[in-house]
């Protein structure tokens, strides 16, 4: 009765948890409330009926508390190192390798519930085992590769080949069939193993190939989506083993996870499917308009001439400014501009970056006010009115040729309008395209100007010239 009621306590901080998290002002309370509600649901295994049973003061080896222990304690290391260690830059990768360790989790406690019943469960506890172990393997392939994408262990570009899609069909069909015979009254226990063994091989194969096909540029999406696989996981793993904080946090995270990934297809204009099996960025992608004029460039000197005179700036961030650490000079100087008079804000595209909300957190951790940071669609009608718009790392969010040229892989994807805006600066390490390979008529529009470098150095230099004033 009493951890039936620690675990409803958790599912209600759950749930309040991402209610929270819709806000920025209001994040930090739902993590600590989620955070809550997994500690009182990890204290309350402790008084599960197998775990007390577990307890045999002689065999330390079979005591279930120690072996919770251990994996608490080696959790809990490795957790504190990562968030201790881990930069903005590599979030993204980070949350990557979150989704994929939950999703071998649940797919470990599925393959365990099999080995303690290799003669086989009821036919709808080995569908679930079967759905935990294929989901969760999934995730935890596709994840680990959606890593080396976003760590530039390999190429970022889609990877593409002839019969793609009917391996994956071929790969599905062999993870059902594999899982009915599993599921199956009166099979033979060594004809399941192979059937389990067989499904756990395939699913990680199936995550790879998933994931292949998707750029870089779709990985805030992919990451989102990998989320809600990892949650369906979680249920299916509470399901099979009776947990009802499991199944309550699965779907959770599995619905607010599909909920995020179709707001995110949205914002690109594109749908799951063709986000899935299009191969955006598998081939070298350019405007079809041609080359354009040569961008031209100012020095950070010129710019606060420019800077000085305005009256409105707005801010449109980027993973650029995520790998300079630039968001703390990007709050000076906005304090210099606010007061030397002019008003500022922050445009921030929903699928800026490399992974949900990353410009959200990125500008959170400068101290940014939140009611300076605009959405898109907050933003873009009073565009026009912007005597500076600075773009600090951002490509396709900021490309025009999403509106003018038919032949582009982002025709159609609705972007932040910062061509709008009277003046443009656009700060860029250099010359070559952004994450997804596509070129950026925005550079070489007549009221945009480059500042080439670092970031963090250009904004720095700019913020020096007012105290030079």
Known sequence: MIINLAYIIACVLFILGIKNLNKPSTARKGNMLAALGVLIAV???FFENDVVQSWNADN?????????????????IIGLIWSKKVKMTGMPELVALYNGFGGLASALVAFVQFLQAPEGN??????????????????FSGSMLAWGKLSEKITGRAIVFKGQNALNLLLLLVVIATIVIY?????????????IIVLSAVSLVFGITFVLPIGGGDMPVVISLINS??????????????NTVLIVAGCLVGASGTILTLIMCKAMNRSVGNLLFSGFGAVDSGSGKGPGAEPKSISAEDAYLILEAAQSVVFIPGYGMAVAQAQH???????????????????????????????NVLLAEADIPYEQLKTMDDMNPVMPTQDVAIVIGANDVVNPAAETDPSSPIY???IIKAYQARTVFVLKRGKGRGFSGIENELFSMPNTLMIYGDAKGTISSLSGEFNAE
């Not at 599921?183 to 059937?195: E, K, N, Q, V, W």
Request: aromatic content about 8%; glycine content about 12%.
């Open 43 to 45: 204290v309350a295994v």
């Open 60 to 76: 330390f080896m079979q005591n279930g508390y120690v072996w919770i222990i251990i994996a608490l304690v080696i959790g809990s």
């Open 122 to 139: 009821d036919a709808i506890a080995s569908v679930a085992i079967g759905i935990a172990i294929f989901i969760g393997a999934l995730a």
């Open 183 to 195: 599921a199956l009254p009166g099979i033979d226990s060594s004809i399941r193993f192979t059937a």
């Open 229 to 242: 696989f990892t949650g369906l996981a979680v249920a299916a793993a509470g399901f099979i083993i009776s």
């Open 329 to 359: 000079v990007v709050k000076e100087l906005a304090e210099k501009l606010e007061a030397n008079g002019a008003e500022v804000n922050y445009a921030v595209h929903p699928v800026a970056g490399r992974m949900p909300g990353h410009m």
């Open 412 to 414: 159609g994807m609705p």
